[in-house]
């Protein structure tokens, strides 16, 4: 047993390559035989995914969902960053550039409106909810653009860490909502054309929930969403620490 | 050859990401400003002139395509390793900062994207 574990250790990108082999395999099933289609194939993966990091958080109490267990850490690297956004790059390939520079104009009007309302949104949430000082609020609300917003914020204008993680806990709600969401919610909202899908990925901007999203809804919509929801993070670590948290201190 | 592709892909993986670092760092803000985004604009100029060139063979594009079916099964894994408990266990402030702003962008969408609408596609 021992010798098989440190096996599958030292093997794990091979492991995590079988493991989600045989989880797309079985997603393929549920979603064919048992959903008749309704869900596609994707969108059921990527909740099956949701939950093995749920129960993996659960057995070994960190951080990195199934990762966490050791045999199956290989599932860290294969969803890691770097693959990810080597595939999400990739996808540009047979994407429409005149597409894109058509709805150029939207898509950084989009990012504004997406990163203002987040924040304002989950800030006002955080008021609510009892927090009345400008760092506390200016953090979750960051937090409500992306998990990543959040924490850079806190640190820049020196939140207490109880802080931190609770605006990374909201930033990976974001995700979790927008992943799960966004599939079911397609239709309504007319997300079915490259030019919906980069606002779409402007206005939610956390990029695994924007992929994992237009993934289970449509994959050729992916390239789309991504080249905007790119820009978010980063804007929203721009604004966040300075105009934001000069308007919330000068409120407060 | 496959390896031209990927070795393509890399290309402008790498060009785009070290853009986005040196424009969040430019900007003073500790991360990578669009540099997906610039990766991916880079690819398809990289492709387009390629392709006119006559030197984009079948081979090279399966190095590419490999990774593009590949998305998938990536994003599965990377949801695998989210830290969901965190966001289920974390209390009402934190799922409804979460949910909330989500829900009501999810509303802005339709209106904006047909405040935009492209002029060729009326």
């Not at chain 1, 800030?123 to 924490?151: E, F, K, N, Q, R």
């Not at chain 2, 830290?83 to 409804?96: E, I, P, Q, R």
Request: aromatic share 10%; charged share 10%; net charge positive.
């Amino acid at each position: 047993m021992e010798i098989l574990l440190k096996f599958l250790e030292k093997n794990g990108l091979v492991v995590a390559f079988l493991v989600v082999g045989i989880l797309i395999m079985v997603a393929d099933r549920v979603s064919k035989r048992l959903l008749f289609s309704k869900i596609p194939t994707p969108a059921v993966a990527i909740i099956f995914g949701l939950v093995l990091a749920y129960v993996g958080g659960v057995i070994t109490g960190g951080e990195k969902g199934i990762a966490d267990v050791k045999f199956l850490a290989g599932m860290g690297q294969l969803g890691g960053s770097m693959f990810r956004d080597f595939a999400i790059v990739s996808t540009a390939f047979g994407a429409s550039i005149l597409l894109m520079r058509k709805s150029g104009l939207v898509g950084a009007i989009s990012l504004m409106i997406g990163i203002v309302v987040a924040f304002f949104v989950g800030l006002s949430v955080a008021w609510v909810m009892g927090y009345h000082d400008a760092v506390s609020l200016t953090t979750i609300g960051a937090g409500a653009c992306t998990y990543i917003v959040g924490p850079v914020t806190g640190a820049a204008i020196g939140a207490s860490s109880e802080v931190i993680a609770l605006s990374i806990a909201t930033g990976v709600v974001k995700a979790t909502v927008v992943a799960i969401a966004t599939p079911l919610l397609a239709k309504r909202i007319g997300l079915d054309n490259p030019h919906a899908a980069m606002v779409f990925g402007g206005i939610m901007g956390t990029n695994a929930g924007v992929m994992a999203g237009l993934a289970a809804t449509d994959p050729k919509l992916v390239p789309y969403g991504a080249l905007t929801a790119t820009f978010y993070t980063g804007l929203g670590c721009l604004l966040c620490p300075s105009v934001f948290y000069l308007i919330i201190r000068t409120i407060v | 050859m496959v390896i031209y592709g990927v070795a393509l892909l890399a290309f402008c993986y790498l060009v785009g990401q070290i853009f986005g670092e040196y424009l969040g760092s430019w900007l003073g803000v500790e991360a990578n400003v669009g540099g997906v985004g610039f990766a991916m604009l880079l690819l398809i100029v990289v492709n387009s002139w390629l392709e006119k060139q006559g030197k984009l063979d079948s081979l090279t594009q399966s190095g590419i395509q490999f990774w593009n079916q590949m998305y998938i099964p990536i994003i599965v894994a990377m949801a695998s390793t989210q830290n969901v408990k965190l966001a289920v266990s974390s209390g009402a402030v934190a799922v409804l900062a979460g949910a909330l702003p989500v829900l009501l962008c999810y509303f802005t969408i339709p209106y904006l994207t047909k405040a935009f609408k492209p002029s060729t596609e009326q």
